[in-house]
């Protein structure tokens, strides 16, 4: 079994829907993060949690949201798709390094949301 | 800050040529982690390989290997003996050691091997 799943893989709305991306981990490690991918431009970092407690905008927030229902699980949503939030999203896990962990990343197979 | 710069946006190849794709990373701290993903046609990121600031060894994995080179800031991936099933996007990340410090990723390179 996977050790990060997102839920859904696919999806396609209309703009203005209210859309919430789903992430599980059984890896057990307490820092989780939502990417967006889009082309030529990488992965840029949208939130990220560092426990159940602690959650923090990155780099691209606006029109977002994530909610960190436990250490195994982090929503993102989308309280008004738009367009230009058309794009390949990744969840990913990483252990502390303070608490023995490399900051590896290890990531989920990616949502592909298209916002008509 | 934190910067990777991944120069080459796109490379074909032919099978069984090698090539090398860079990667340039900035940053303050002296403590950091490099590392290459790869993303398959399939959409999938795939770890290839992780490298500590403080560990300048090259490392050679089959037909993969890397050079880090802290003295210039770069750390070069390079395929040998390229076959069609290493088409792919290629990312190059940095993260500093520091606690509260995130992933910073290239643009990545897409390579096409070309049979």
Redesign the interface.
């Known amino acids: 079994d996977a050790d990060v799943t997102q839920t859904p893989r696919n999806r396609i709305t209309k703009t203005g829907k209210r859309i919430m991306l789903e992430c599980s981990q059984t890896k057990g490690h307490d820092r989780m993060?939502w990417y967006r991918q889009d082309p030529?431009?990488?992965?840029?970092?949208i939130y990220?949690s560092?426990d159940v407690k602690d959650i923090n905008k990155?780099e691209i927030s606006d029109g977002y949201s994530v909610s960190r229902q436990a250490q195994a699980k982090f929503s993102l949503s989308l309280e008004s798709a738009i367009p230009n939030q058309t794009a390949?999203y990744?969840c990913?896990t990483s252990e502390?390094?303070?608490t023995g962990g490399?900051?590896?990343?290890?990531?989920g197979?990616?949502t592909?949301l298209t916002v008509l | 800050a934190q910067k990777?710069t991944q120069a080459q946006?796109e490379i074909s190849v032919v099978e069984k040529e090698d090539v090398t794709l860079d990667c340039v990373y900035e940053t303050r701290d002296t403590t950091y982690?490099l590392?290459w993903?790869k993303q398959p046609p399939s959409?999938?990121?795939v770890?290839l390989i992780?490298r500590?600031s403080f560990d300048e060894q090259n490392e050679i994995s089959g037909r993969y290997s890397w050079n880090f080179q802290k003295s210039t800031s770069s750390f070069n991936f390079t395929i040998t003996a390229s076959q069609v099933v290493d088409s792919a996007v290629y990312?190059c990340a940095l993260?500093p050691?520091n606690?509260?410090q995130?992933?910073v990723?290239?643009?990545?390179t897409r390579l096409s091997v070309l049979p």
Do not use: S
């Not at chain 1, 030529?40 to 970092?45: A, F, Q, S, T």
């Not at chain 1, 490399?102 to 990531?107: D, H, I, L, S, V």
């Open positions: 993060y030529g431009l990488g992965l840029r970092l990220y560092f990155g390949l990744f990913a502390n390094a303070r490399n900051n590896e990343q290890f990531f197979p990616g592909r | 990777v946006t982690y590392f993903y959409g999938e990121l770890f992780r500590n990312f993260i050691f606690y509260g995130n992933f990723f290239g643009p990545g």
